[in-house]
C-alpha cells in the first residue's frame, strides 16, 4: 500500500518558509468524505503566492498548495460520489486552509466537489480553472440582470489576465460586443483576436475621474478595482450592470454614488472561493458547452509537479504567458 505520496509542501517554522516537492503522508491527506487520485491541477497567481511565501494565502502548516483540481475518487464516504467518479474542485480554502491540489492524491468534502462535466476531461477543466470559471460567474450574473447581446458593449478590464481573457472569449462565443482594457496595448492584436472590438489603454481608466464619465457600455466585467472600477461604474449607461471579482489594481474602491442614483446602475460582487454548488454546476456546465479544446490549447501549458516550484517563482515575475496547467503522474 502506498504510505506516501509526492506533493509541494509548503513548511513555516525556524528553518523559515520554504516550499519543496517532497514525499507526503498519505494518511495525513486522507482526512475528508472523498479520497482522490488528482489527475492534474494548475498554477494560480495565488498558488505562486502561497508557494513562494509573498502573499499571506497559506493558513496552517504543512500546507499543500493548489487551489484546483481534478481528479478520480478512489474511495467515498458520500452518496453523491463513487469510485471511478471523474470530479472537479475549485477554491473553498483548499490549498490555503486545507490540503490542496499540487500532490498524487486529494481528500475533499464532498460538498466541495462536483461532477467533472461529461464533455471536458481533467486536464481541459484545469486549463479552464478558477480563472475561466469566475469569467463564467460574472457572465452569468450580467445575464441574470438582463443584461443580453442587444444591450450594448461590455467593457473587460485586466484584459490579458486569466479572468479577463476568459471573459473576452466567453462574451464574444455568445454574440456580445467586447471592449478590452489593457495597460500591455501590445498585445492588442491577439486581444481582438480572442474576440475584442475594440480594445482600450488602461490609462483611459485607472487614474481618479469624474463621478460621472459619458455613457458609453451596457455592462463590465472587472477584475482590477480601485480606481479603475469607480470609472467604469461612471461610464456605465443607464440601467447597466458591473460585475466586480479582483483587485489587480487595488483593493480600495474610490467611487461616488453618482451612476447607482442617477443611472441606475447595478454592482454585483463576484466570489468563486464559497460559491454555492448550484452557482458551481451551472457555470461549469456552461464553460463546457462554449469552450473549444483548440483554444484551450492555445492558452496553456503543462508542467510537471516537480516543475511547480521553478514555475510558480516565474509566474510572479510576469515571465509565463497564460495558465499552467500541472499533470500528476
Ligand atoms: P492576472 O494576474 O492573470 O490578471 C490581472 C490583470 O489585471 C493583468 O493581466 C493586467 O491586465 C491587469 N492589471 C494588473 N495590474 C494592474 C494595475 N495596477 N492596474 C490596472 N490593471 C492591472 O489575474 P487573474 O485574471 O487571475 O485575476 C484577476 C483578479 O481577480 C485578481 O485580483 C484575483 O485575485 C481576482 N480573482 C478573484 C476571484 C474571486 O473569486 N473573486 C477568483 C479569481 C481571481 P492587462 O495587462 O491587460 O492590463
Redesign the pocket.
Known sequence: MTTSVKSVVINKDDQGYRAEYTDFPVENIHQHDVNIDVDYSTL???DALAITGKGPVVRTFPMIPGIDLAGTVTESKSDEFKVGDKVLLN?FGVGEKYLGGLSEKASMNADWLIPLPANLTPKQAMQIG??GY?AMLSIIALEKQGITPQSGEILV????????SFAIYLLNKLGFDVV?????MN?AEHLEKLGAKRVLS?DEF?SPGKPLAKEQFAGAID????H?LANVCASIKYGGVVTA??????MDFPATVAPFILRGISLMG????MRPKADRIEAWRRLSELVEAQYLDTISHEITLSEAIANAEALLKGEIRGRVVVKLE
Do not use: F, M
Open positions: 494560480n497567481y495565488k477554491g478558477t480563472a469566475t478590464t485586466g484584459a490579458n489576465g486569466g479572468v479577463g478590452a482594457t489593457t495597460g500591455r498585445e488602461r485607472s477584475s482590477v478595482g480601485s479603475t471579482c479582483g483587485l489587480a489594481q487595488g463576484i466570489d468563486s472561493v
